[in-house]
């Protein structure tokens, strides 16, 4: 058995899913594409996403010294079904008031679960070549394009939407890289394209897909949701639906991830209401229990104000009037970012409760920013209301 084939039995051993191997060679058109990307603007939002940034990770040679071989791995998180896609609003609202979290995010943190298995995996490999080796290794969490990796070694290929496409399990894969010092004989890409297919760029709601492989990130759900810290624009609000945390649109209405092969890694299992939660608790959460509810899950990177935002403009597109006593108890919220959006669901609920909460938070409210949204939202209110 070769040496190739023996590191990828031992990485599909470990529960990766797919492996492949491309060479350390820098990665040029995507540097390009990538710099252009920062410069037009459409990275901002990302401070810590510069050209520097993008020099260094599209070149395996400046991540480690004497790097020959990326070995690229994927892990499947798609191992349960959606309960909230497909439903209509009034299905959803009949019931409970819920948003939607996306896929990637409702079980573990991966974060610490690939990287542990990563390094598990490299300090198998002296056993398979014979000799040490040396190996970094990459999981969403250092300068190294997994994508652009992912794509050259054959594990799947670039999607419109920019998402990386596997045959078998589509797009809901975690994306890992090890570089190794290690001459491996390379995987050739794969010979897969979308063809004729627009369907990602067409349905996302805040036209962030702004070409074919081009994603403007101040437009993406998923940017809004999860990196941004503060007042989400006014203008993309309405587009943003009922995602509480990320957005899986582009991926839910690709028709490569249609038939895609189950994940099994317990640690990706859906956790209880994580697909989709329940949003008016989720605005009453302190702290204490912010960090109890999420330990050890993607969600806690929006932070608990960042959440509650999100659950606000949720609440604001259900436009329920069920949400008008949380919202409005969210008006004296102790973050200004939380009140600010509670009274924007609220002048988009309308109606003269909404009204009466709005005109009270007027005459209470001290900063001028949440002031201003209090006065649009009254207004907006008091159309609705004639
Ligand atoms: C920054 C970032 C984001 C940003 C920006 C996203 C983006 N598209 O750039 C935000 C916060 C919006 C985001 C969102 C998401 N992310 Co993210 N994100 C990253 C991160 C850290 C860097 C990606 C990056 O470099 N973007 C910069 C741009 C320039 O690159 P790009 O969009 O991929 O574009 C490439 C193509 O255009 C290609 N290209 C250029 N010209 C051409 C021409 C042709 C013909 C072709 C084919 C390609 C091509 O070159 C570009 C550079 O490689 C990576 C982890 C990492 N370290 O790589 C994870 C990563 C990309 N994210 C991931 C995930 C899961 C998500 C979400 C699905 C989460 C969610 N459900 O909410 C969404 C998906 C949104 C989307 N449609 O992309 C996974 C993707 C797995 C996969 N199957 O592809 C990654 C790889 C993390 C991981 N290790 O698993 N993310
Ligand atoms: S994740 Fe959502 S907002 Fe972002 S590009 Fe895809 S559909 Fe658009
Ligand atoms: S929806 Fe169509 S264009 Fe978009 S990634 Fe899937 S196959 Fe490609």
Request: aromatic share 6%; glycine share 8%; charged share 25%.
């Amino acid at each position: 058995m070769s040496v190739e084939s023996q590191i990828k039995d031992s990485a599909l051993g470990l529960g990766f899913d797919l492996v492949g191997i491309t060479t350390a060679e820098p990665f040029e058109r995507d540097e390009q594409a990538a710099s252009q990307r920062v410069r037009d603007g459409l990275m901002d939002g990302l401070p810590w996403y510069n050209l520097e940034r993008v020099h260094r990770m599209n070149r395996p040679l400046v991540l480690l010294e004497g790097a020959r071989s990326v070995i690229s791995l994927a892990v499947s998180y798609n191992t349960s079904s959606d309960a909230s896609v497909g439903k209509s609003r009034n299905e959803q609202t009949s019931a409970r008031l819920t948003g939607k979290i996306a896929r990637y995010a409702r079980g573990d943190d991966y974060h610490k679960v690939i990287k542990k298995r990563l390094r598990t995996f490299v300090d198998g490999l002296p056993d398979i070549l014979g000799h040490a080796a040396s190996a970094r290794v990459f999981v969403d969490d250092g300068p190294m394009n997994d994508r652009a990796a992912a794509e050259r070694a054959g594990v799947g290929w670039f999607g419109k939407n920019t998402n990386i496409l596997t045959p078998s399990h589509g797009s809901w894969v975690f994306l890992a890289q090890v570089i190794t010092d290690v001459g491996l004989r390379p995987d050739a890409p794969l010979k897969k394209t979308c063809g004729n297919c627009v369907r990602c760029i067409d349905d996302c709601p805040t036209g962030a897909i702004v070409a074919p492989y081009v994603l403007d990130n101040r437009r993406c759900i998923s940017y809004l949701t999860i990196e941004l810290r503060g007042v989400i624009p006014r203008e993309l609000r309405p587009l943003m639906g009922d995602w509480a945390f990320g957005c899986d649109i582009c991926q839910d209405v690709c028709p490569v991830n249609r038939k895609t092969a189950t994940g099994f890694d317990p640690a990706f299992q859906k956790r209880h209401d994580f697909d989709a939660p329940e949003l008016l608790p989720l605005l009453e959460l302190g702290d204490e229990e912010f960090r109890e509810r999420f330990r050890n899950s993607p969600i806690k990177r929006a932070k608990r104000v960042g959440l509650q935002r999100n659950v606000c403009v949720a609440l604001g597109n259900l436009g329920d009037a069920r949400a008008v006593p949380a919202l409005s108890k969210a008006l004296v919220h102790d973050d200004l970012v939380v009140r600010l959006h509670a009274a924007w669901a609220l002048g988009r609920i309308g109606g003269e409760v909404a009204l009466g909460h709005l005109k009270f938070a007027s005459e209470h409210e001290t900063d001028t920013e949440v002031m201003a949204e209090v006065e649009l939202s009254i207004t907006e209110s008091e159309s609705s209301v004639r």
